[in-house]
């Protein structure tokens, strides 16, 4: 289980799980990311999965934005954010998780390098048989004028990514 905070700080460890107040409410700090949350009332439990809590940044930091300082960067199965912050060289290739691995889940993609970097491209890899539209590689293309973003989508047959 996930440590639990009574304080935005993280300083004061609380147990996990814990009990609502008579209001049926708790209150608890964690880090950014997605969380099964599971609510139980008598015979009652309720699961929630994949709920995000807090800022929807990579999730395999933690809630924390990577630089990428590599000219690859493998992306797990749970991210939901992938910021891109390079100074250099002008090639990001992100090599993508299996489709299934994300249970539907899509990925949102922003290039926020700075502008020492002209024409960088971002090279999106498909995992194996699997397809970018129909292709086995995406390119998009920034500049310090021109920040791109973007989602990629799995496809419904799970064969593949959508944009």
Request: aromatic content about 12%; glycine content about 8%.
């Amino acid at each position: 289980m996930v440590q639990l905070y009574s304080d935005r700080d993280g300083a004061t460890p609380i147990g996990n799980p814990i009990t609502a107040d008579a209001n049926g409410f708790v209150f608890f700090h964690v880090l950014s990311g997605e969380y099964q949350v599971k609510a139980t009332f008598g015979a009652e439990v309720q699961t929630l999965r994949y709920e995000q809590i807090g800022q929807p940044t990579l999730q395999v930091a933690l809630g924390e934005e990577v630089d990428i300082t590599t000219s690859t960067y493998p992306v797990g199965a749970f991210e939901t954010f992938i910021v891109i912050k390079r100074v250099g060289p002008t090639l990001t290739t992100i090599t993508l998780p299996p489709v299934a691995d994300r249970d539907g889940v899509p990925l949102k993609w922003a290039d926020w390098s700075t502008s020492v970097v002209s024409d960088h491209e971002i090279r999106f890899i498909a995992d194996g048989s699997e397809t970018i539209m129909k292709l086995s590689t995406y390119s998009a293309w920034s500049n310090a004028s021109g920040l791109a973003s973007g989602w990629l989508y799995p496809s419904d047959d799970l064969t593949g990514w959508l944009i």
